[in-house]
């Protein structure tokens, strides 16, 4: 089988995007999957992302990790869908589209996607991090020594760790750089290794910012290590609502692979 594909990136969190309106693609093939993230093998990518028709909605968005296996929201992998189904005629300027947390609504302007997230009501405080669900779990944490620390490593370390053991958990590691900017390093689940950027860990750590007081905005400034992104939010007595992920989102290459 020959296939056609695209390569997306938001902030060098990058993807294998396939149009699979026709049912194209084998979805229960996790060794392709695999293949195809592979780096040296395959295409190379943090994860797959199929476009699907939906009757409810523009279209369906279906994530896979790296690993193979299909995995929950993808923040970043949110992003660059809208700009393909842009870029395919999909959609024009917004959407509503379907994922595997719930609706999402998002808006386009050239290569800047702002992309709603579910609400999030818990927040779990623990002795020296946080823990919520922005559509994927995090685990959010401070380290002053960003630069110099072994992420791979140590988040590895707590995302096999209790109370996460095989299931897992993303894991953030955030230095404060002001009062509405956060310098931001995540190891990633399903990738078993640091990415340049997690849509949904950006999010996670926004809202934990906010929700321990280390930040009085309601819009903060993330740097990652493939760029920026900003997160906005409303906070009412029960939960965190109206969130935006908001940063670029570009077509890398087209091509095509033998399955």
Known sequence: MTLSFYKYQGTGNDFVLVDNRQDIFPKNDT????????RKFGVGADGLILLENDADYDFKMVYYNADGNESSMCGNGGRCIVAFANFLGVIQQETTFIAIDGKHYATIDGDQVHLQMQDVVNIEDHADYVFLNTGSPHH??????LEKFDIKKEGAAIRYGAPYYEEGSNVNFVKKLSDTEFRVRT???GVEDETLSCGTGVTAVALAMHHLQETSANEVVLQ????RLEVSFERDQTSYKNIFLKGKATQVFKGEILC
């Not at 990652?224 to 760029?227: D, K, M, S, T």
């Open 140 to 145: 959010v944490t401070f380290k002053d020594e």
């Open 187 to 189: 190891y990633e689940r």
């Open 31 to 38: 060794k392709l999957v695999h293949h195809l993230c592979d």
């Open 224 to 227: 990652v290590e493939g760029g």
